[in-house]
C-alpha cells in the first residue's frame, strides 16, 4: 500500500465497492456463497427475481417480521374490543332493541376487521423501515448494467466499507466465481 | 440461456411432464420486454383512446347523476316505502363481490401454491381495487343525507354521540375499509420490484422520477427480496381470512335483519363463493380480450383460462347449491313468511328476474363441463359476462323481491326503477373501467418478477429448499437437465 | 295542550274569573261537582278545556282583536301567554248539520280541531273533513279580495269597491220591495240566517229564496210527509239498538249524526256487557257501514225498494202489526236477497222496540216512508228512534228549488242573483243547465270561499269568511244550537252570509256577532243572557236548544201508495249511482291537499275518484281494473277510469261525486273525473248508463295493493289474513272468551339475552278494539293535523311513498261478490325489541325509558335500513323536501310543538310523544300523579268509536293495562317476539244463526 496511491484514492472520488455481474440464477448463488465464505460482511446480491437459497448463501437470518404482525394484530383486538365497549356501553349507552349495551357475538366483526388490519399495517410498515425505504439515491444506480438487475441480470456488490475489502483480490475472487463483468463503482 | 422448446398448448393433462407457465421462445429478456413495452408506448392505439373515451363519458354521467341526487334526493330512485333498498345496495353488493377475485387470486391461490396465478393476479387485485372503490360509492351516496355520511365512522362529534356497533351497516363500515387498505397495500407492495424495472428501462426523465419514486429505491438486493418475501407471505395470511370475512360481513346486511328472504344462515357462505364466482368472471371477462387484442396468450396460456374456468364452474355450482338450499329451509323450516318468500321470487311479480339469475348462474356455467368451452376463448368469455349479468340479478332478487313483499300484505309493494337508477348503474361500470383503462396505461399488468420467477430461468430447485422459499413453484421437470451442471 | 307557561297563564285568568257568579254557576253547571276537582288536580284537562274557553270568554272580543292574532305579539295582551295553546269551542257546518269542535290555537293561531265533548253530535270526535278544515283556513287559494267580471273580462275590486256598487243595489232592490230579486244559498241551519231570512221577506217581499244542496236528506222529509203528512226528522239511538237494519244508508259515516251514531253503534259490538247488536245493511256499493256490517247485501239501489216490502212482509209473517198493504213483497228478489230479508224481518220481530230500520238519502221517498211504517209498528219510537220536526220543514226540495230557479232564469225574471255560498254551476243538476243561465241574471253575486265555477259565472265573486274567521250559529241533527265564535282575524277579509243578508235587508248593519248574540236559540224566544251568552260560548252548545221530540203517527192512508210503489223494478242495463266522497264530500273540499291523499276507506285510492265496479260485473263489461270507460246516459256522457272492488253490487257503478273540479284551486284542479253531468234532476241518485271499455289504462294511486296484484299474492293475502286479524262469532265468543287466545297461543319465545329493564315511571302502551274500529279514517287525518305530516301528492303516492303515520289497513274476506271486511289501524307498535332499533348505524332510533321507540330526527342520516327490518312497515322516509313549496301561510297550520322533518329523513308515530311530554311536565310542576287517560294521541282523541286506547302499562289499573290482559287482546306477529307494546282486540262479528252470510 504506498503513499501516491492513497493520496490518489484520497483526491479522487471514494469507491463505494465492486459490482459483478452474472447471467444465471446457478452463478449469482455460487458467487455470493463464495463471497460469504471469504468472510465478507458487507456485500449483497441483487437479482430481477427472489432467488431461493440466497439467503442461506448470503447467510441472512430470517426476518422478525412475523412478531410485528403479532403486535399488530393484538393491539387491533384490544382497540376493537375497548373501542366498543367503551362508546356504546360506557361514554353514551343507548337501550336498542333490548339488547345488552356491549354483547361479544355484535363486537366480534368490528374487532376482526380491526385487528386485520393494524397486523397489516404492521407488516407493511416493518417491511419499509426494515428496507430503509424509501432510498432513492444509491451509489449503484450510476452503474449502467447495474439497470439490467431488476430486469434479466444477477449481480453481486462487495462494498469497500467491509474491512476486508482488497479491490484486487476481490475483483479476483469475483472473476473466478464466473462473473461475466466486474466493474467499480464510485460512491 | 437455453430457451422452453415451444409448446403450443399447455393444457393438456399428461402426467409425465409438468406443463410449463409460459410459453414460447421466452426468457426474462423477452417477458419483461413485452409487459413493459406496453405501459411504456408513447402513446396508446386508437382503441385504447375510443375505450377511454366511452368509460370516462360514462363516468361523467355517473358524477352527474350523483350532483342530481345530492340536490333533489334519494327520491329520484325508484324507491318506495316497502323497497326502500334497490339499485344502490345491489350495486354495492355487486361490485364487493367483483372485488373479491383480485385478494382472493393473490392470497388464497398464494397460499395454495398455485403458480399459475402470477399470470393473472396483477391483473385481478387492479380489478380489486376498482372494483371496490366502485363499492364504496354506493353506501355513501345511497343515505337520505349524503353530507352526514361521515357519522357512520366512530368521530367524536358535536353531538358527543357515537355510532351503533350493534348494526351491520357499522360492521360493513369497517368491513369494507379494511378491505380497501390491505388490498392496496397487497397490490402496491406487490408491484414495487415491477416499478423498480419501468424505473431502470425508462427512457425519459420523468417516467425514472415517478417511477423512481414509486418503486421506493429497489435495487432487488437479497436482503430486501428475503424481508420482501416474508412480507408478502404475511399479508396473503392475513388478506385470505379477510376477502371470507368481508362478504360474510356484507351478507349480515340481510341475515342479521328478519326480513323473509333476507334472514337466512347460509348467507355468509353463500355471498362468499358467490363473490368468487363473480370475480373470476369479471377476471375473464377484462382478460380474454385483452390477452387476444395485445396477444399475450403466451404469458395468459389457455391452461390459465381453463383453471379459472374451473373454478367458475365449482363456484357456480356452490352457488346454484345455495339457491336450492334456500328454497329446501324455507320449506323445511315450516315458517310460511319464509316459504312464501322464496315461492314468491321464483312465481311472483319479479319472477322474470330470479330466473334470468338462474339462467345465467346455474344453467349457463355448465358449458365449462367441456373442455372445448374452457379452452375456447370467446366461448368462456360469453359464459363470464352471463356470470356477470347473473350475479347481478343475484342482488336485485334478494333484495327488493324480499322488500317488495314481507310480513303484511297491506304494505306490499313494487319497486320499478327510473333512468337515474339505470343510468347511475351504467356510470359505476364507466368508471370501473376508465380505471381499468389507466391501469392498463401506465402499469405492468403482469406481476413481472413473479412470472419470471416460475420460468425455468428462475433456478428455484437450487439451493436448500425450506419454508417459504419454495413457493414460487418448482421448476418443471423437463428441465432439470439445463441447471444439471451449472448447480452443482 | 299547555305547557308551565300556560299553567300559569290559566291560573291568571282563572283568578279573574273565579269571583264572578257566572263562572261558579257554569262551573257547576257544567262539570257536576268541578268546585272541588278545581281544587283537586287529578282532572286537570277539564281543567285546560275550561280555562281555554275562559279565556275566550274573557275577551271575547279578543278573538277579533286585528293583527294580534296574526302576527307575533308586540306587547303581551292581559290574560294571555305566549305560546300557550288555548282551546275555544265553535262549530263547523256541513250540509245543513253541524258538529261541534274544539280548536286549538296557539298565540291566535289555529292549528288543531277536535271534537267538542260537549257537542251531542260530537262527543269529542270530529269527522276528516272537520279536521281538515284548519288546512283550508290557511289554503293560499282562497280568494282574497272581491271579482268583478264583465263581457269576459274580470278585475280584481277593493271591498270599497263592492260596497260602492253593493249598497246602492241593495238599495234600489229595497225600493222595488225585492222584484226580480232571487237569493240561491247553501242549505244552512243557521237560527240567525232564518231570523233574518224573515227580515229579508218582509222587506222585500217580491225576492225569492232558493235552496240548493247536491247531497241532501229531502227524500228524508218527503218519507216523513208521506208517511205522517209532517215534516219530521228522525234521530235514531243506537245505544238502545239491538237490530239494525240499514237499506242503503251510510248511518256510521254518511250521516249528519254519523260521529254519535258511531260511538252507539260500537259500543255494543266490544261483547262486554254481555250484549252485541246485530246490523244488517243491504247497499248497492260497499261503504263504511256496509263493512260494519254483520250482514251485507250488496244490491242495486233500484231493487232496495222491493227487499224493503219483503221485509216488511217478512216482519207481517212474524206477527209484526204491519199494514194490510204491505205485507206482501211487492215483487220476488234473488235467492240471496230474499234469505237476507228474511232474516233480517226475524231479528228484527224478536228484537221488537230494541230494533231499527234506516233507509239512506238515495232511497226514494216511500222506501222512508215505509221505515216510518215499520219503525213504527216495531216501537222503535222513543226506543231507537225519535222524531223531531224539521226546523225548515216547509221547505220544498233542494231539486225542486233549484228547478224552480233555473226556471225564471230561463224566463229572464231575475234581474239580480244572489248566491250564498255552495256551486250550484258545478253541482246543480245538469239537465238544468244552470252554470250558463246564471248570466241571464243582469247582476249576480256570489259568495264563497274560492273563487270557483260559480263565481266565474257570476258578474261578482266577493270573497267569504271561513267559519273559523267569523261569527254564526247553526244547528246540529238533533237541533241543538252552537255559536261558531271565530277563531282569528279573517286572513283576507270576508263576508258571511248573515252579512250579506243583513245588508241587503238593509236592517242596520252590525258585526256578524251581535247579529249572532240578537237571535233567540234556546226556544225561550229571547236573545241568551250574558251567562246563557258565555256558557254557549264556552261549551260550544246552547243548553236546552235540542228539539224535542214530537209524536208522530202513520196516516193509514200513507200504506197504500207506498207500497204500490215500492214494486218499481231496478229496470235494465248498469245501474250508475252518485255517491258522497269519503274525502271531499260533494267537492267543495277538494282543495285540501289533506283528504284528497288520504285513502278513500274501501278503496284506498287517493287523488282521484273512480268508477266503482264488483269484479263479476267489470269482468261482464269487458272493464280492467284503472281502465277508462264511457258512460253513455241518453245524451249525456263521461269518462272515467274505472276501479274494480269488491263487494259492489251486480249491474252497478259507483260514481263518487266532487272530483274533476275546474276552478277549485291548484290542488283540486283536474283531480278525478266529474261525474255531476250524468246527474239530472229527475235522477239525482241513480241513472242507468251505457258502459264502454276505452282500452286507455290509469293510474290510481292506491295505498294498498300498489300494484295489481297477481295470484299467488292474492292467494297468500287470503291465507295471511286470518293470522293478522283475528276475528270470533259473538255467540261463541260469548260461550268461552278465552278461546281466541287459546287458538292463538302466544308463547314467550326464549331471549338470546336477559330481559331489558325499562326504568321509566310509566310504561306507554295502546291497544286497537277491531271491534270497534269503523275504518273512518278520522285518526289519519288527526295524526296529520297533530304531527305535521307532510302531503306529497298523487305520483308519490302511486310509487308507494306516502307518509301517513297512522294507517287503516283494509282487508277483504270470502268471496269477492260478498267479502267481509275488516280494518285494521296500523301504526308503530312500539316493540320493545325494536328490529328498527339495532340495525341503524348512527343509533337515530333508540328506546326511551318510558318504552317508547323514539326517533331521533337530527341523528337519522337515512340509510332506511329500519323500515327494511321493520315488519310492519310503518316508517315513513322523505324522499324528497316535501316542505319546499309550503306557503307562509300553509305554514301557519303547523303544530309548533313537532319538528318539521328534513328531506332525507325517517320519521313514524312517537305515540305524541308531545303530548305525554306536556302533560308530564305539567304533573311534575304540580307534584301530583297523571291520572289514566289524561294522556290521549291525537288518533284516540279523535277516534268516534273510542278503538284507540292509549296508557300506562305500569299502572295495573289503567285501561290500557286492563285491554292488554281482555281475552280478546293479541299482538300483530307475536311469533316474531318483538314485544310490541300496541296490542290488537280481535273482531267480534253477530251474524244470525239463521241467514249463512249473505
Known amino acids: 500500500m504506498s503513499e501516491p496511491r492513497l493520496s490518489v484514492v484520497a483526491e479522487g472520488p471514494k469507491l463505494y465497492g465492486l459490482l459483478a455481474e452474472f447471467d444465471s440464477v446457478g452463478k449469482l448463488l455460487a458467487a455470493a456463497e463464495r463471497v460469504r465464505e471469504a468472510g465478507f460482511t458487507r456485500f449483497d446480491a441483487h437479482s430481477p427475481i427472489p432467488v431461493h437459497g440466497l439467503d442461506e448463501a448470503m447467510g441472512i437470518r430470517p426476518s422478525r417480521l412475523p412478531l410485528l404482525v403479532l403486535g399488530g394484530g393484538a393491539s387491533g383486538l384490544g382497540a376493537g374490543l375497548l373501542l366498543q365497549w367503551w362508546t356504546n356501553a360506557v361514554d353514551y349507552p343507548f337501550m336498542i332493541s333490548g339488547k345488552p349495551l356491549f354483547g361479544l357475538p355484535a363486537a366480534i366483526p368490528v374487532t376482526f376487521e380491526l385487528t386485520i388490519l393494524l397486523s397489516a399495517l404492521g407488516v407493511v410498515g416493518g417491511l419499509v423501515v426494515a428496507n430503509g425505504w424509501p432510498q432513492f439515491h444509491h451509489p449503484l444506480f450510476a452503474s449502467e448494467r447495474f439497470r439490467r438487475a431488476t430486469t434479466d441480470r444477477f449481480f453481486v456488490s462487495v462494498e469497500a466499507a467491509d474491512p476486508r475489502f482488497e479491490l484486487e483480490t476481490v475483483r479476483g475472487l469475483l472473476e473466478s466465481a464466473g462473473a461475466s463483468h466486474v466493474e467499480e463503482v464510485e460512491d | ?488 | 295542550m299547555s305547557g308551565e307557561n300556560g299553567k300559569r297563564a290559566h291560573w291568571r285568568s282563572l283568578d279573574e274569573l273565579a269571583d264572578t257568579p257566572e263562572f261558579r254557576e257554569l262551573v257547576s253547571a257544567e262539570f257536576p261537582g268541578l268546585e272541588e276537582d278545581i281544587a283537586d288536580p287529578a282532572t286537570r284537562r277539564e281543567f285546560v278545556k275550561i280555562l281555554g274557553a275562559s279565556l275566550g270568554m274573557v275577551g271575547l272580543t279578543s278573538c277579533r282583536w286585528p293583527k294580534e292574532m296574526i302576527l307575533p305579539f308586540a306587547s303581551q295582551p292581559a290574560g294571555r301567554a305566549p305560546g300557550v295553546a288555548v282551546q275555544y269551542a265553535t262549530a263547523m257546518e256541513l250540509c245543513g248539520a253541524t258538529v261541534g269542535l274544539l280548536v286549538t290555537s296557539y298565540d291566535g293561531r289555529p292549528v288543531k280541531i277536535e271534537g267538542n265533548p260537549l257537542h251531542p253530535a260530537s262527543l269529542g270526535a270530529a269527522s276528516a273533513p272537520a279536521q281538515a278544515a284548519v288546512l283550508e283556513l290557511y289554503d293560499p287559494a282562497r280568494s282574497r279580495q272581491p271579482v268583478r267580471r264583465e263581457g269576459g273580462k274580470e278585475a280584481r275590486q277593493s271591498w270599497e269597491d263592492f260596497d260602492a256598487f253593493a249598497t246602492p243595489h241593495f238599495n234600489g232592490l229595497r225600493a222595488s220591495r225585492g222584484r226580480g230579486l232571487a237569493i240561491l244559498s247553501e242549505a244552512s241551519s243557521s237560527p240567525t240566517l232564518a231570523r233574518l231570512r224573515v227580515g229579508l221577506v218582509e222587506a222585500l217581499p217580491e225576492a225569492r229564496w232558493y235552496g240548493w244542496e247536491p247531497l241532501s236528506r229531502d227524500n228524508e222529509l218527503e218519507g216523513a210527509r208521506l208517511a205522517f203528512g209532517r215534516s219530521v226528522r228522525g234521530v235514531p239511538d243506537l245505544s238502545r239498538a239491538r237490530v239494525i237494519v240499514s237499506l242503503d244508508g251510510d248511518l256510521l259515516a254518511g250521516h249528519p249524526d254519523a260521529l254519535r251514531l258511531a260511538r252507539e253503534f260500537a259500543a255494543t259490538r266490544r261483547g262486554d256487557g254481555g250484549e252485541m247488536n246485530r246490523l244488517f245493511a243491504a247497499e248497492p256499493v260497499p261503504s263504511v257501514t256496509g263493512a260494519a256490517a254483520d250482514h251485507r247485501l250488496a244490491l242495486a239501489a233500484g231493487s232496495i225498494p222491493a227487499l224493503a216490502s219483503s221485509i216488511a212482509a217478512g216482519l207481517a209473517a212474524h206477527g209484526v202489526a204491519v199494514p194490510e198493504a204491505l205485507r206482501k213483497p211487492a215483487r220476488a228478489l234473488d235467492a240471496r236477497a230474499e234469505r237476507f230479508a228474511a232474516a233480517a224481518a226475524a231479528d228484527l220481530a224478536v228484537a221488537r222496540g230494541r230494533s231499527l230500520i234506516v233507509a239512506g238519502p238515495r232511497q226514494p221517498a216511500e222506501v222512508h216512508a215505509l221505515a216510518w211504517i215499520l219503525n213504527e209498528a216495531l216501537g222503535a219510537f222513543g226506543a231507537t228512534l225519535r222524531a223531531v220536526d224539521d226546523p225548515d220543514g216547509d221547505r220544498e226540495s233542494h231539486v225542486q228549488s233549484v228547478t224552480g230557479l233555473a226556471g225564471r232564469l230561463r224566463a229572464g225574471e231575475v234581474e239580480t242573483l244572489l248566491i250564498l255560498g255552495g256551486n250550484a254551476a258545478y253541482d246543480a243538476p245538469a239537465d238544468l243547465g244552470l252554470a250558463d243561465l246564471i248570466g241571464r241574471a243582469r247582476v249576480s253575486i256570489h259568495l264563497s270561499l274560492h273563487d270557483n265555477e260559480t263565481s266565474r259565472r257570476c258578474a261578482w265573486h266577493v270573497p267569504r269568511a271561513h267559519f273559523l274567521e267569523s261569527w254564526g250559529d247553526a244547528r246540529a241533527w238533533d237541533g241543538t244550537v252552537s255559536v261558531q265564535q271565530p277563531l282569528i282575524e279573517a286572513l283576507y277579509g270576508g263576508r258571511t252570509p248573515l252579512e250579506l243578508v243583513a245588508a241587503l235587508s238593509g236592517a242596520r248593519v252590525e258585526s256578524a256577532r251581535d247579529l249572532v248574540r240578537a237571535t233567540p236559540t234556546d226556544g225561550s224566544g229571547s236573545p241568551l243572557g250574558e251567562a246563557g251568552w258565555r256558557r254557549a260560548l264556552h261549551d260550544g252548545v246552547v243548553e236546552g236548544s235540542g228539539l224535542p221530540p214530537v209524536r208522530v203517527s202513520v196516516r193509514a192512508e200513507a200504506a197504500g201508495p207506498v207500497a204500490a210503489r215500492l214494486g218499481v223494478g231496478a229496470g235494465r242495463g248498469t245501474e250508475a249511482v252518485f255517491l258522497a266522497d269519503a274525502s271531499v264530500h260533494d267537492g267543495r273540499f277538494a282543495n285540501n291537499a289533506w283528504l284528497q291523499e288520504l285513502p278513500d276507506p274501501i278503496t284506498r285510492v287517493t287523488w282521484d275518484n273512480a268508477a266503482l265496479v264488483g269484479p263479476a260485473t267489470a269482468a261482464e263489461l269487458g272493464v280492467r281494473h284503472g281502465e277508462m270507460v264511457a258512460l253513455t246516459a241518453g245524451e249525456r256522457s263521461i269518462e272515467i277510469a274505472a276501479c274494480v272492488v269488491p263487494g259492489v253490487a251486480e249491474g252497478v257503478i259507483g260514481l263518487p261525486l266532487g272530483y274533476g273540479r275546474r276552478a277549485a284551486g291548484p290542488v283540486g284542479d283536474g283531480v278525478g273525473f266529474d261525474v255531476y253531468p250524468l246527474r239530472v234532476s229527475e235522477a239525482p241518485h241513480a241513472v242507468k248508463v251505457d258502459v264502454r271499455g276505452l282500452g286507455r289504462s290509469y293510474v290510481l294511486a292506491s295505498t294498498q295493493d300498489h300494484h295489481a296484484i297477481d295470484a299467488i299474492g292474492m292467494e297468500e293475502r287470503g291465507r295471511r289474513i286470518g293470522e293478522l286479524i283475528v276475528e270470533a262469532e259473538w255467540a261463541e265468543y260469548r260461550r268461552d272468551p278465552d278461546a281466541i287466545r287459546r287458538e292463538r297461543h302466544e308463547p314467550k319465545p326464549l331471549a338470546l339475552f336477559g330481559e331489558l329493564e325499562y326504568g321509566g315511571d310509566h310504561q306507554w302502551g295502546m291497544t286497537i278494539d277491531l271491534s270497534a274500529c269503523i275504518g273512518c279514517n278520522a285518526c289519519a287525518v288527526a295524526c296529520q293535523a297533530e304531527n305535521n305530516i307532510p302531503v306529497v301528492g298523487k305520483k308519490q303516492v302511486a310509487r308507494g311513498r306516502e307518509m301517513h303515520w297512522i294507517r287503516v289497513d283494509r282487508y277483504f274476506k270470502g268471496s269477492p261478490e260478498a267479502p267481509a271486511v275488516a280494518f285494521q289501524p296500523v301504526a308503530c307498535q312500539h316493540c320493545e325489541n325494536a328490529p328498527c332499533e339495532s340495525v341503524c348505524p348512527v343509533a337515530a332510533t333508540v328506546h326511551s325509558s318510558e318504552g317508547l321507540n323514539s326517533m331521533v330526527y337530527n341523528r337519522c342520516v337515512g340509510t332506511r335500513y329500519c323500515s327494511n327490518n321493520c315488519p310492519y312497515k310503518v316508517r315513513r322516509f322523505n324522499y324528497f323536501n316535501y316542505f319546499k313549496r309550503t306557503s307562509q301561510v300553509e305554514k301557519m297550520a303547523f303544530n309548533p310543538d313537532v319538528t318539521v322533518r328534513a328531506r332525507g329523513v325517517m320519521e313514524k308515530c312517537t305515540f305524541c310523544v308531545q303530548r305525554i311530554e306536556s302533560v308530564k311536565i305539567a304533573a311534575k310542576n304540580e307534584r301530583r300523579p297523571i291520572a289514566d287517560g289524561a294522556i290521549v294521541p291525537a288518533c284516540a282523541q279523535t277516534c268516534p268509536t273510542e278503538a284507540i286506547v292509549f296508557g300506562d302499562l305500569r299502572d295495573p289499573s289503567s285501561r290500557v293495562s286492563q285491554l292488554h290482559r281482555h281475552p280478546r287482546a293479541y299482538s300483530l306477529l307475536a311469533e316474531l317476539n318483538v314485544q310490541p307494546r300496541n296490542r290488537y282486540l280481535a273482531k267480534l262479528r253477530n251474524p244470525s244463526s239463521g241467514a249463512e252470510e249473505a
Open chain 2, 1 to 488: 440461456m437455453a430457451t422452453v422448446p415451444a409448446v403450443v398448448d399447455n393444457s393438456l393433462e399428461d402426467p409425465r411432464r409438468r406443463a410449463p407457465l409460459v410459453l414460447g421462445e421466452n426468457d426474462f429478456t423477452t417477458v419483461t420486454e413485452k409487459v413493459c413495452a406496453i405501459a411504456e408506448r408513447p402513446r396508446p392505439p386508437r382503441e385504447w383512446y375510443i375505450a377511454f373515451a366511452i368509460s370516462a363519458s360514462l363516468a361523467a354521467v355517473l358524477l352527474a347523476m350523483l350532483g342530481h341526487l345530492f340536490l333533489t334526493g334519494i327520491g329520484v330512485w325508484g324507491l318506495n316505502m316497502p323497497v326502500a333498498w334497490g339499485f344502490d345496495i345491489t350495486n354495492f353488493v355487486f361490485w364487493v363481490g367483483i372485488g373479491h377475485a383480485g385478494t382472493l387470486i393473490s392470497a388464497i391461490l398464494f397460499l395454495f401454491r398455485q403458480k399459475w396465478r402470477t399470470a393473472i393476479n396483477r391483473f385481478a387485485e387492479s380489478m380489486t381495487i376498482f372494483a371496490v372503490i366502485c363499492a364504496g360509492l354506493f353506501p355513501a351516496v345511497h343515505v337520505g343525507r349524503p353530507w352526514l355520511a361521515y357519522w357512520l365512522f366512530p368521530l367524536p362529534n358535536q353531538m358527543q354521540m357515537w355510532p351503533n356497533f350493534r348494526s351491520p351497516l357499522l360492521w360493513d363500515v369497517f368491513a369494507v375499509s379494511t378491505y380497501f387498505t390491505v388490498s392496496l397495500l397487497f397490490w402496491y407492495v406487490g408491484m414495487i420490484p415491477d416499478l423498480a424495472t419501468l424505473r431502470d428501462r425508462a427512457t425519459t426523465r420523468i417516467r425514472s422520477v415517478v417511477y423512481g419514486i414509486l418503486s421506493l429505491g429497489w435495487r432487488g438486493s437479497g436482503r430486501h427480496w428475503h424481508r420482501y418475501e416474508r412480507a408478502y407471505l404475511l399479508l396473503a395470511a392475513l388478506a385470505t381470512p379477510l376477502v371470507l370475512s368481508v362478504h360474510s360481513v356484507v351478507s349480515f346486511d340481510f341475515a342479521v335483519s328478519q326480513l323473509p328472504g333476507w334472514h337466512t344462515t347460509i348467507f355468509p357462505p353463500y355471498f362468499v363463493a358467490g363473490a368468487i364466482f363473480g370475480g373470476f368472471a369479471m377476471v375473464l371477462t377484462l382478460l380474454i380480450p385483452i390477452r387476444s387484442y395485445l396477444d399475450l396468450g403466451e404469458l395468459v396460456t389457455t391452461r390459465h383460462l381453463e383453471n379459472m374456468a374451473k373454478i367458475v364452474l365449482a363456484t357456480g355450482m356452490m352457488v346454484g347449491y345455495a339457491y336450492g338450499m334456500e328454497f329446501f329451509i324455507a320449506w323445511y323450516s315450516g315458517n310460511p313468511y319464509e316459504s312464501f318468500a322464496f315461492v314468491n321470487r321464483a312465481l311472483g311479480p319479479y319472477a322474470w328476474a330470479y330466473w334470468t339469475m338462474i339462467f345465467c348462474n346455474v344453467i349457463a356455467p355448465q358449458l365449462l363441463w367441456w373442455r372445448r368451452a374452457r379452452t375456447t376463448p370467446w366461448m368462456l368469455w360469453g359464459v363470464a359476462v352471463l356470470v356477470n349479468v347473473g350475479m347481478w340479478f343475484e342482488r336485485f332478487v334478494i333484495i327488493v323481491t324480499s322488500l317488495s313483499r314481507d310480513y303484511l300484505p297491506s304494505s306490499w309493494g313494487y319497486f320499478k326503477p327510473t333512468w337515474v337508477d339505470l343510468l347511475t348503474l351504467a356510470g359505476s361500470f364507466g368508471l370501473f373501467f376508465m380505471l381499468f383503462l389507466l391501469f392498463l396505461r401506465f402499469v405492468p399488468m403482469f406481476a413481472i418478477a413473479e412470472v419470471k420467477s416460475v420460468m425455468p430461468a428462475g433456478g428455484l430447485e437450487i439451493g436448500p429448499h425450506h419454508g417459504h422459499g419454495q413457493y414460487w413453484g418448482e421448476i418443471p421437470h423437463q428441465h432439470d437437465r439445463q441447471f444439471g451442471e451449472e448447480g452443482a
